[in-house]
């Protein structure tokens, strides 16, 4: 019986490592891409941490709770559910391709 | 001393499970297993097997709740019979596709609509292709030996085994059985060793999107993609032909007694007419092949023990001396033939053997079968084959197919 050989194949299952970029760079999926005024973000424009609400509710977990705000753009697919929740309207969704405007 | 009871096919597949020591039973009575599930949760509640049984509502949660235990270890079972299987057919492909041993009794029986609570093999059958290990059991003694041998091939490949048994003819029908010594079980068949721990140190996902192309994991490890997980099942499965014969042939050193592997054979050697079935209706095929020998015709059975992995080269050469060949089977593929019908004639292909082949369909929805019908359907064949009637046909034993249900 060829036993060893299943034994060694750590993937016998298919696993994954929960990393970031395990499923590779899916920001290359992305239509529209967010863009954020920090005038009107809240923690950027009031330098407290506040709010946050993009940070909770982004699905991909690619906002950074900081100031400013920062959104990993490798990663963003362009759900635009940030944009969606921010109480001050700081995020545009903008088309790929075209000027942040 | 020898442990030998009377016993149904149920309350041997019972024991049988028990002897194997899993952690977690999960299961959803339905007829005819629901004796098999009601023992099980007697055994447990009354501390005669010290497993975890999990009460479900349904059978896709059964087997859900099987693939999860042995994601983090433990040896599982399960059994169901008809559209209990249908209803977790889509369980099925997962808990193959995720490499776990899970073994399940099919108590086979034919599917609804119309109902029927009566035998036939078309449930199991449907579930040809989902990636399961398929074992047919001809007696009640078969039934707990495969049990214990199940175990010993799915942890060997890390592929899930159905242990196949007729309805009500098996099920519910008392015969003896020799019961194997716990201990010499406990040696067969040694604790379950899962290929990939699912635990709160080393977290990880599992199964999750595979893209069709094979990918550089962050680390850059380049990783399976979908089509390589799916080859190495299928590389698995070829190999399960040598683990299935070794797991009959050490199982047979142990308890003496030895079923046959993937194909067992009944008066083989001389056969010029020969039978293939599985399960009971090929045990009663041995007794037409006795009755036709009586009269002077040389008839044999060619019983197929393992339908998955198909025993291919086994057939053919069970098949070496045969003029013509009869398949009883109790399921169909509707608008080709019965299933074991086309598996037989591919095993054939590429053989110097072009022999007619009988493709009988019979016993649906427990239709009975008897063997002097059988003997005729065989005798049938081979007055054909005396006369140069060399084609294929096919026909619906004890079914009324008259002209005016030619559709």
């Known amino acids: ?101 | 001393m020898a442990d030998v009871r009377i016993l149904t096919g149920n309350e041997a597949a019972a024991l049988g499970v028990k002897l194997c020591r899993p952690n977690v039973v999960a299961a959803y009575p339905i007829t005819p297993q629901s004796q098999l599930a009601e023992i099980l949760s007697r055994y447990v509640e009354g501390g005669e097997m010290r497993a975890e049984y999990v009460r479900v509502e349904g059978e896709h949660s059964a087997l859900t709740v099987c693939i999860s235990a042995s994601t983090v270890g433990a040896r599982t079972f399960t059994a169901t019979s008809s559209n209990g299987l249908l209803y977790m057919h889509e369980q099925l492909h997962w808990a193959a596709g995720s490499r776990l041993p899970v073994v399940m009794c099919v108590v086979n029986r034919g599917v609804g609509a119309p109902w029927s609570i009566f035998n036939d093999q078309q449930d199991s059958l449907a579930q040809r292709d989902t990636g399961w290990i398929q074992l047919y059991c001809r007696d009640n003694q078969e039934i707990i030996d495969t049990i214990i041998q199940a175990y010993w091939i799915a942890e060997s490949l890390y592929i899930p085994v159905m242990v196949c048994y007729d309805g009500f003819v098996l099920s519910h029908t008392m015969m003896p059985v020799d019961i194997p010594d716990a201990e010499e079980v406990r040696g067969f068949l040694p604790p379950y060793k899962a290929h990939t721990l699912l635990t709160p140190e080393a977290p990880r996902t599992i199964n999750s999107v595979l893209f069709p192309w094979r990918r550089l994991n962050p680390e850059g490890v380049l990783c399976d993609g979908y089509m390589e997980m799916r080859y190495k099942l299928q590389a698995a499965m070829t190999r399960a032909h040598g683990v299935i014969r070794k797991a009959n042939d050490d199982f047979a050193g142990v308890f003496g007694r030895d079923h046959g592997g993937l194909v067992w054979k009944y008066r083989c050697e001389d056969a010029e007419l020969v039978f293939s079935g599985m399960g009971s209706i090929a045990n009663e095929a041995t007794v037409a092949a006795d009755l036709l020998r009586e009269e002077g015709i040389p008839a044999g059975v060619a019983g197929v023990r393992t339908y998955r992995p198909f025993p291919r080269e086994e057939a053919a050469e069970a098949l070496r001396g045969a003029k013509a060949l009869v398949v009883l089977q109790k399921g169909l593929s509707y608008g080709y033939e019965g299933c074991l019908t086309s598996d037989l004639k591919a095993a054939l292909y590429g053989t110097p053997l072009l022999i007619p082949v009988v493709d009988v369909v019979a016993g649906l929805g427990g239709r009975d079968v008897k063997a002097r019908e059988i003997a005729g359907a065989g005798r049938d064949a081979w007055k054909d084959l005396q006369a140069g009637k060399l084609e294929n046909r096919s026909l619906w034993l004890n079914c009324y197919t008259g002209e005016d249900h030619a559709g």
């Open chain 1, 1 to 101: 019986m060829d036993e060893k050989s299943v034994k060694r194949d750590l993937n016998v299952s298919a696993l994954c490592v929960p990393a970031k970029g395990e499923a590779g760079r899916t920001g290359d999926w992305r239509d529209f891409r967010p863009v954020i005024d920090h005038k009107k973000c809240i923690p950027s424009s009031k330098n407290k941490a506040a709010c946050f609400l993009c940070w909770l509710y982004c699905p991909e977990g690619v906002v950074k709770m900081s100031i400013p705000v920062e959104i990993d753009m490798d990663y963003c697919k362009g759900c635009g559910i940030c944009a969606e929740e921010c109480p001050p309207n700081a995020i545009r969704m903008v088309r790929e391709g075209e000027n942040d405007g």
